[in-house]
Structures are given as structure tokens and as C-alpha cells.
């Protein structure tokens, strides 16, 4: 049984408001704990924040594989196809790489003994945090797209009217 409503929306939010904030919040952590305003443990914040940012891009890519199924019922223009596979290499990829950034965020906390490596490593994590935002604006950008240019989001508003409202919006675009 279909859901009423897309799910994707619910999670796409989390991973995106997230991706935005981390560069700040690891920046700001690092200074602090290399001012001794906090320890080093402040930095399981970063962590965190990381962690769920790679657990939101899984959740968002769990239910945009649900709604697609969808939308591609009644998709029949190639760019909107195009677009769809954009999207989902896109965030696919957001997701890799969010995993190989959590993984140098956790190495501060691992090399408490080697505080160059784990500066480096906070500098790196700090840096990589910036290209997920930017593979986070370029997924919500290709995302965008499906729901303001193609219509994706026209299946949704009714069961009975959704292929014809698609079919409508397609004419519209040649």
C-alpha cells in the first residue's frame, strides 16, 4: 500500500539543514577546544552531527527510492528520467563521501596522543564538511529541479488527476 504522502520531504530536510551547518559547528568546536574553552571530548558533537547528517542522507535515499517508484509510473519525458538519475547519483554520492567524512571526524578523538595528526585531521574534517555542503546543494539542486521544473511533485496531488496534471505540465515545456 502507498503512503498518502511522499515520505521524501519528511527526510530530505535533516541531511541539507545539517550539511549548511557543519562547517560553522566544526569550525567553531575546533577553536574552542584549541582555545581550552572546551576539552577534547566537545568534539563527539561533531561526531554527532556527522553521524546524522550520513543517517538523514540514508533515510532521505530510503523513501526517495519509494516515492520515484511513483513518480516514474507516469514519468514519460527523458529529462525528467535524466534528472531522476542525476538526482539519485548525486545523493548517492552525497552519501559516500559522508561516511568518509565522519570517519576523518572521529580521528581527533582517536589520536589523543598525537594532537598534530588529530589538528590535521580536524583541519581536514573541517574542510571536507565544506564539500558535503556543496554535494548537499547540488543533490537539493537536482532534487528542486524534479519537483519545480518537471512537476514530480503533481502525482501527489491526487490519485485521480496526478498522470493527467504530469502530462500537463510536460506539454507546457515544449
Aim: hydrophobic share 55%; aromatic share 6%.
Amino acid at each position: 500500500m502507498e503512503p498518502a504522502a511522499p515520505l521524501h520531504p519528511l527526510f530530505v530536510h535533516l541531511p541539507l539543514a545539517l550539511a549548511m551547518l557543519l562547517p560553522l559547528l566544526l569550525g567553531i568546536l575546533w577553536v574552542s577546544i584549541r582555545a581550552k574553552w572546551l576539552p577534547l571530548r566537545a568534539w563527539t558533537l561533531a561526531i554527532a552531527a556527522q553521524a546524522a547528517l550520513v543517517g538523514g542522507c540514508w533515510l532521505a535515499m530510503q523513501t526517495g527510492e519509494q516515492d520515484a517508484e511513483r513518480v516514474e509510473r507516469v514519468a514519460t519525458r527523458s529529462a525528467m528520467e535524466t534528472t531522476m538519475e542525476t538526482h539519485e547519483e548525486r545523493a548517492e554520492l552525497l552519501f559516500g563521501v559522508g561516511i568518509a567524512v565522519l570517519l576523518l571526524t572521529g580521528l581527533p578523538l582517536l589520536t589523543g596522543r598525537l594532537p598534530r595528526v588529530g589538528a590535521v585531521a580536524a583541519y581536514a574534517s573541517i574542510a571536507a564538511s565544506v564539500g558535503v555542503l556543496a554535494l548537499a546543494w547540488s543533490v537539493g539542486s537536482s532534487g528542486g529541479k524534479l519537483v519545480y521544473e518537471h512537476g514530480a511533485a503533481a502525482v501527489w496531488s491526487s490519485a485521480a488527476t496526478a498522470p493527467a496534471a504530469l502530462g500537463e505540465r510536460e506539454r507546457h515545456d515544449h
